[in-house]
């Protein structure tokens, strides 16, 4: 086992190596940061911007300029945003709490929403009910995301007033107050459900099929025969071996939540990492891109690479093959 785990955080560093070296190289292909910083007047100065470029490492090799880059990255150093002058760290550790909260919530919801509708969609197999949440999965997998967020903003927030729309309240840092929990969930209810909405219909259909499947084995099918009540075969049973592939989706589509909700703090105004990069994105800013991007991938691989090792414990089978 110690050997599947070294191996797992082999790959997750092979692979944030070739993450930085990509993301490094994509933003200085966009344009000269020199110039940018630059008004037009002393950019036009060819001197003057050299001694920017100079000032910048823009003038060092490639790799020397690579390797200042991922030797900051480690501290979090991604240098100062070019719009607002403040170091691109302090932006990253105000924004992360926010995602975070967003991407935890929205799994929650999608779990608790998206497993036991599956499961019980797969015990009334065929019936009105089954029907159903298919229908409902397959909407939820297919409907664009913006749509589904302006259509219940306009409905929940604006005919109805239930919900707030937009923002994230007075809430501020990783803990909130006990008397500001209450603003906090009903701000994040609009969001954190259309970010969570395709994943609660793959989990409906993830846990249908995968319970089908144990429904069909041996030992259920003994268990039913031997006299043991269906909520026993079914719940005690059938639904802990059905739920090995759903946590495998689930850690994976964990991460997914926490790197794709840029659409979603865009419609929801929502101040959080991705909103940051889009920022960063529209304005040139190339220190907040690589800063959002590069906590966005680290967060993707950590969390892969911890479901790769949680299987690895669950189903002895991975880390032999």
């Known amino acids: 086992m110690q050997g599947y785990i070294l191996r797992r955080i082999g790959e997750g560093f092979v692979t944030l190596i070739v993450l930085s070296f990509v993301i490094f190289g994509s933003v200085q292909l966009t344009g000269d940061p020199a110039r940018f910083l630059l008004p037009i007047t002393e950019a036009a100065d060819e001197k003057v911007y050299q001694a920017q470029r100079e000032a910048m490492g823009l003038n060092d090799p490639f790799i020397v300029q690579y390797w200042n880059f991922?030797?900051?990255?480690?501290?979090?150093?991604?240098?100062?945003?070019?719009?607002?002058?403040?170091?691109?760290?302090?932006?990253?550790?105000?924004?992360?709490?926010?995602?975070v909260h967003l991407a935890l919530f929205g799994m929650v919801m999608a779990v608790?929403?998206?497993?036991?509708?599956?499961?019980?969609?797969?015990?009334?197999?065929?019936?009105?009910?089954?029907?159903?949440?298919?229908?409902?999965?397959?909407?939820?997998?297919?409907?664009?995301?913006?749509?589904?967020?302006?259509?219940?903003?306009?409905?929940?927030?604006?005919?109805?007033?239930?919900?707030?729309?937009?923002?994230?309240g007075d809430i501020e840092g990783w803990f909130p107050t006990f008397s500001q929990m209450p603003d906090m969930i009903l701000h994040l209810?609009?969001?954190?459900?259309?970010l969570a909405l395709a994943i609660i219909a793959a989990l409906m259909r993830l846990g249908r099929s995968a319970m089908l499947e144990v429904l069909d084995t041996d030992y259920v099918k003994f268990a039913q025969v031997k006299g043991l009540?269906?909520?026993?075969?079914?719940?005690?049973h059938a639904t802990r071996n059905a739920l090995i592939p759903i946590l495998t989706?689930?850690?994976?589509?964990?991460?997914g939540l926490l790197n794709g909700s840029v659409?979603?703090?865009?419609?929801?105004?929502?101040?959080?990492?991705?909103?940051?990069?889009?920022?960063?994105?529209?304005?040139?800013?190339f220190p907040q891109v690589e800063g959002a991007i590069m906590v966005s991938g680290v967060a993707y691989i950590f969390t892969a690479m911890m479901v790769d090792i949680l299987y690895g414990y669950a189903d002895p089978r991975v880390r032999i093959n």
């Open 70 to 99: 991922a030797r900051k990255a480690i501290y979090l150093d991604f240098g100062d945003s070019f719009t607002t002058r403040r170091p691109v760290k302090e932006i990253l550790l105000e924004r992360l709490p926010a995602t």
């Open 263 to 285: 659409i979603v703090e865009f419609i929801f105004a929502w101040p959080g990492v991705g909103l940051m990069l889009l920022e960063g994105i529209l304005s040139n800013n």
């Open 249 to 255: 989706f689930g850690g994976i589509a964990l991460a």
């Open 229 to 236: 009540h269906d909520r026993v075969v079914i719940w005690k």
């Open 189 to 194: 209810l609009l969001p954190s459900f259309v």
């Open 112 to 168: 608790v929403i998206g497993v036991p509708l599956g499961i019980l969609s797969a015990v009334k197999r065929d019936s009105i009910f089954d029907k159903i949440t298919k229908g409902v999965a397959i909407f939820g997998m297919s409907a664009p995301q913006f749509w589904i967020a302006i259509m219940l903003i306009i409905l929940l927030g604006g005919r109805l007033g239930w919900l707030p729309v937009f923002g994230r």
